[in-house]
């Protein structure tokens, strides 16, 4: 979860919730939270791989639901690459100091065949960038909180964009809204049920690493949305292109500002690269099960990868780019996401009301996943209030693709290729 999130929209966040953006982050940590238990319920459950897709097949027994949120997910992982492509770009490009038009595109289509690159070579190889990339990372998010504690209590916390009050009514969509946008940062706990089939004793550690991990982030977050708008006001932190450099330039003016964009780019790049191999290894899976056109599950006779699958997502990535803006992607990121948890939700419910269901060793009251989907639902609705439609009408328009496409891709997915697995 640490990483893209946190680095690249702690500004616009910070737009949108002014000097409450802790509250965004306090707000969107509960709302994942709750999610985030229905999902360390159903591990404990059904420790298998195929995550959203399975569960949803398996409670409300319709297929198509079950391949809708598939490639929901799969859609919203090339959404991610994307968002984080063009972070990527805009802190190359300001580091470089071009302004060339097109730079910051042809920069964000580079970056993202270079993890194509990655992805192609193994998944050993994925795993030492990412190993580093962490690293990193979180040792960039303690530089941050580090460097700049001393500034806490400058800043007027509860100050909303334009003197709206947080008790309002208004206050309060701008709050819900900021949430939406620093909900991408906890993208990735879902991921954790992909993974069932790999982890010893599942029941058990997968819900203690679940929640664990969203209690860490959520800490982090909060630490460092404080200090970022006590050291650069919540305004200028906005304008900024790269806001937690500029932290870091405000609050430690030793740090080379060179050392802090690597950091940028390396923990933006880490996300993308873990989305990059969940989304390769989905595309694979659903091929393989005829859900998908056969060739997209074939691998590299030497490289033992899903090479097809990786080409794919290398050419939605590249047009998805092209969408919006990285505000407006990782909202329609969080959309999607949304949809599927609220869809996880209502599954977990039907498991549990269904007479002799599995029981799991980790269990949660029927209220977690009915106010996990209910939030779920509200924040839907508060994003397509947003005067910018650009974020709801993508999602909305992948949605619709994959509904209408489901037929055809029916047709023409083909037998299940041979060759092995990756």
């Known amino acids: 979860m640490l990483g893209a999130g946190i680095y690249g929209l702690v500004g616009k966040a910070a737009g949108v919730a002014g000097g409450a953006l802790w509250l965004a982050f306090l707000t969107a940590s509960a709302a994942a939270l709750l999610t985030g238990l229905s999902y360390a319920s159903i591990a404990s459950r059904y420790p298998r791989a195929g995550g ?11 297929p198509w639901l079950a391949h809708a949120v598939g490639l929901t997910v799969v859609c919203s992982g090339l959404l991610s690459i994307a968002t984080q492509s063009k972070v990527v770009a805009q802190n190359l490009s300001q580091l ?3 302004a060339a038009p ?9 970056f993202a065949l270079l993890l194509a690159g990655i992805v192609f070579r193994g998944v050993s190889e994925s795993f030492w960038v990412n190993a580093v990339c962490t690293v990193l990372e979180a040792g960039g998010l303690v530089l ?3 460097a700049g504690a001393r500034f806490w209590g400058r800043a007027d916390l509860f100050e909303l964009p334009q003197s709206t009050a947080l008790a ?3 206050g309060a969509l701008l709050l819900v809204q900021g949430a939406i946008l620093t909900f991408f940062s906890f993208i990735g706990f879902e991921d954790v049920l992909n993974v069932g089939e790999e982890a010893k004793d599942p029941q058990r550690t997968m819900p203690l690493a679940l929640i664990g991990a969203m209690l860490i982030a959520m800490v982090v977050y909060l630490a460092v949305s404080v200090t970022a708008v006590s050291v650069v006001p919540w305004r200028e932190l906005a304008a900024a292109p790269a806001p937690l450099r500029l932290v870091v330039e405000r609050a430690a003016p030793w740090f080379p500002a060179i050392g802090f964009t690597v950091i940028t780019i390396a923990s933006v790049a880490n996300t993308a690269l873990v989305n990059y191999v969940m989304a390769s290894r989905m595309i694979y899976g659903m091929a393989r099960q005829d ?3 056969g ?10 990868t ?17 969408a919006g803006e990285v505000e407006q992607l990782a909202g329609a990121t969080v959309l999607l996401l949304l949809a599927v948890f609220a869809v996880v939700n209502g599954a977990l419910i039907l498991l549990k009301r269904r007479e002799g269901a599995k029981p799991g060793c980790f269990d949660v009251p029927l209220a977690v996943p009915a106010g996990g989907a209910a939030v779920c639902l509200a924040m839907i609705t508060a994003q397509a209030m947003r005067e910018d439609p650009t974020a709801p009408a993508l999602a909305a328009g992948l949605i619709a693709a994959i509904l209408l496409l489901r037929p055809a891709m029916r047709r023409w997915a083909g037998k299940r290729p041979r060759g092995g697995n990756v």
């Open 52 to 62: 959203a897709a399975y569960v949803t097949g398996r409670a409300y027994r319709r």
């Open 96 to 98: 470089l100091g071009t």
């Open 102 to 110: 097109g730079t910051e595109t042809l920069l964000a289509a580079g």
């Open 144 to 146: 941050v909180v580090v």
């Open 168 to 170: 309002s009514g208004a």
């Open 291 to 293: 859900l998908l056109p």
């Open 295 to 304: 060739p997209l599950g074939r691998v590299h006779g030497g490289r033992r």
């Open 306 to 322: 899903p090479h097809l699958a990786i080409l794919a997502i290398l050419a939605g990535v590249v047009a998805l780019q092209l």
